[in-house]
């Protein structure tokens, strides 16, 4: 799907006015080789242990986008160039990360959508701990599962439905 968010917030402005498509809060770096992505939203709630994020990239993910609420921590990663390979070999769209991410070069010629706050060297703890398909908030927006979210260039949109 081909989209520019200001013509879907534009085309759907009555929608925006009462909170059922809201803008999330500019934060977020570029790090993927696909410049705009959208999808069905899937959410993890973790901080600094990435067990759970490997456990949602290994299912198939045919119009789906990751969102994952890191808590914001800027101390370790919790996505790299391999949990990236394995988004786009089981078909995600994209992954929003509220944390880091590392390996971004090699990242950046992957043909996968990914925002995230910053780079991050070091690799996160493994301990199986978090959250899955809970509403998580962050942006000053709230994403649930089963909602859209689109983002491009200009920022990151989240939709009660899918937007045309």
Request: aromatic share 4%.
């Given at each position: 799907m081909n989209f520019k968010t200001p013509d879907l917030l534009d085309n759907n402005e009555a929608r925006t006015q009462d909170g059922r498509v809201r803008v999330v809060t500019p934060m977020f770096q570029r790090y993927g080789g696909r410049p705009s992505f959208s999808g069905q939203i899937v959410t993890l709630k973790v901080f600094e242990d990435n067990s759970l994020v490997r456990e949602a990239l290994a299912e198939d993910g045919q119009g789906k986008v990751l969102v994952i609420d890191g808590g914001g921590?800027?101390?370790?990663?919790?996505?790299?160039?391999?949990?990236?390979?394995?988004?786009?070999?089981?078909?995600?769209?994209?992954?929003?990360?509220?944390?880091?991410?590392?390996?971004?070069?090699d990242i950046s010629h992957i043909d996968l959508g990914l925002r995230a706050l910053n780079t991050h060297p070091l690799k996160s703890i493994k301990r199986g701990i978090g959250d899955r398909n809970l509403a998580v908030s962050f942006g000053g927006v709230t994403f649930r599962p089963g909602e859209w979210i689109y983002v491009?260039?200009?920022?990151?949109?989240?939709?009660?439905?899918?937007?045309?």
């Open positions: 921590s800027l101390r370790c990663a919790l996505v790299g160039d391999q949990l990236a390979i394995l988004a786009q070999k089981n078909g995600w769209e994209g992954i929003v990360v509220y944390g880091c991410i590392r390996d971004s070069e491009d260039g200009d920022g990151v949109i989240v939709s009660d439905q899918a937007l045309s």
